[in-house]
């Protein structure tokens, strides 16, 4: 399938991405009664934060992440991937980090669980991040940066 515009767009992989998503958040709420917010889980697992799941449950959880997009990538007949530098990658991993913190989750945090509760903090948050990315991607468009090899 097609959209007119974005020749590279895979709806319906988006949309199945999004249902799983969808899927696993709510069965980490029903299931454990939290939040499936990555940044609190990766707090978990590495011990910088107490509350949560146990961390082994968080490192099961980090763990299935790569594991179920090498799975996909595996059952789909692979898929072509490119990447900034490690230092590029190094330096974004941070600053997402210290977003994270200070925003009191990250995006799958916010943007599927929150919104999806209708918290106004997390509208905010997200809102804030899809508006913090469009400006970045333009910016970047409008210098003509490209990081990707």
Sequence with gaps: MMLPGFPDAAPLAGLGGGVLI??????????????????????????????????????AFLIGLPLGAWIVALASGG????????????????????????????????GVCGVSRLSQRSIVATLTFMAAGIATVALMNTLGIEVLL
């Design 22 to 59: 969808g899927f696993a958040a709510a069965l980490m709420l029903l299931g454990a009664g939290r939040i499936a917010g990555v940044s609190g889980i990766a707090a978990r697992a590495t011990g910088i934060a107490d509350s949560g799941i146990s961390r082994d449950g968080a490192w």
């Design 79 to 110: 898929v072509e991937a490119s990447f900034a530098s490690p230092g590029f990658l190094i330096g974004a991993g941070l600053l997402v980090g210290i977003g994270t913190r200070l925003g009191s989750g990250c995006t799958s945090g916010h």
